[in-house]
């Protein structure tokens, strides 16, 4: 087991470079189930999550090559299997983004219920719906989603759920449909970047989509798939989070691969709380003099801010003075930092699905479990203005998501070390 140790108080200051973003390379990677010939994806990061989707393609006889260094993986699926099992899968949730693509190509396919998670209930009923629309035979048992159909038919579907459009469930329904019959128009579709993403890399293929960034997608379906090569882009939560840390610090950090129009929600919040931020062509550079004051912030899908970006803009408002309210309208109950972040002497009360931070005057380091993978990110964030020694522990979690954290920090002066117990 290893734990990350920060000895807090040290602004940030340098140039640091964001990977490639995880959430749009994962189901990216699924899609080249779609297509018998050969891929290549580029700008992978090297993260657990990835490893665990390479797996789980290995697993259904996929042929693939990790170029771990140059972040490239290279896939091959001749003949893809349609079983994906339980151990596999319940590693990572994102691997139900299997069931759209295996349903596409083989018209037939039994994927694992991905099970539980510590961010709240995670519901796939609109991925079914969708698919079941398509005309597809879904039922769930034994804790399978087992999905059958003689052909996919094209048609409208209505992706909006209780708590917005759901961004795995649209791209689940986009890769069923690239090869349905006929056209599928998805309204409340997810307008996320990786969404759009993942549209560049079917289209590459051979796919006819339009509308992929907006909340109307129409999807012409296609005979078959070729090969293709992409470059998935920078991962915004991870550019986020390093803007966070300048802003939580009082340092003066140039993110480089951070893209202004993808988080649009987080600089706007920052500059509200008093950072500075400079947009620049493929970067940002973030300056705070540590004279922050308190916003409130509401989660929301794209481009409203990132429920990804919520417990990192929490461990900000927690040193600094005044009242915000967090609310969460994403995940409702996605608040487990909150408890850790007491450990360090914040002052944050639970009241429903919003978080209440009154500001403290400072953070004293303190051993911490980490919980998932975003509140993991706070936790560091936090530890890096904490006075003392702050131990994250179990930072599975924070390498599930974050490629070498602990060295890109220590790159910009923080006095973070990872030790193996
Ligand atoms: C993706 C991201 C995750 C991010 C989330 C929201 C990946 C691998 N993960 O997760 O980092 O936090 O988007 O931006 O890309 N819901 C339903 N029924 C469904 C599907 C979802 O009720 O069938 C609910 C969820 O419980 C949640 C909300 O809709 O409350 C949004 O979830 P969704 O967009 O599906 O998240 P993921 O795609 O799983």
Known sequence: MEKLVISGGDPLHGTVYVSGSKNAALPIIAATLLTAEPCVIRGVPDLSDIKFMC?????????????????????????????????????????VCLLGPLLGR?????????????????????????????????????????ARCDELVGTDIFMGGRFGSTVLGTANLMMAAVLAQGTTRIESAACEPEIEDLAIFLNHMGAKIRGAGSHIMEIEGV?????????????????????????????????????????????DKLEEAGVTVERNNGSMRVRSNGDLKAVDVITMPYPGFPTDMQAQMSAIMT????????????????????SEMGRLGADVALEGSSAIVKGVDGLSG?????????????LVLAGLVADGETEVNRIYHVDRGYEEIDKKLRQLGARIERVSE
């Open 55 to 95: 797996d789980i393609l290995r697993w259904l006889s996929v042929e693939v090559k990790h170029h771990k260094r140059d972040g490239v993986i290279e896939v091959q699926a001749a003949h893809p299997l349609s079983v994906a099992p339980y151990e596999l899968v319940r590693k990572m949730r994102a691997s």
């Open 106 to 146: 083989l018209h037939n396919c039994k994927v694992s219920l991905p099970g539980g998670c510590v961010i709240g209930d995670r519901p796939i009923d609109q991925h079914l719906k969708g698919l079941k629309r398509l005309g597809a035979e879904v039922k769930v048992q034994n804790g399978y989603v087992h």
């Open 223 to 267: 005979e078959a798939l070729q090969g293709a090569e992409h470059t998935v882009i920078p991962d915004r939560i991870e550019a986020g989070t390093f803007m966070a840390a300048a802003a939580i610090s009082g340092g003066d950090v140039e993110v480089k691969g951070a893209r202004a129009e993808h988080l649009h929600a987080v600089w």
């Open 319 to 338: 040193v600094t003075p005044g009242i915000s309210v967090i609310t969460e309208k994403v995940f409702p109950g996605r608040f487990m930092h909150v």
């Open 366 to 378: 303190a051993p911490v479990m980490a919980s998932d993978l975003r509140a993991s990110a706070a």
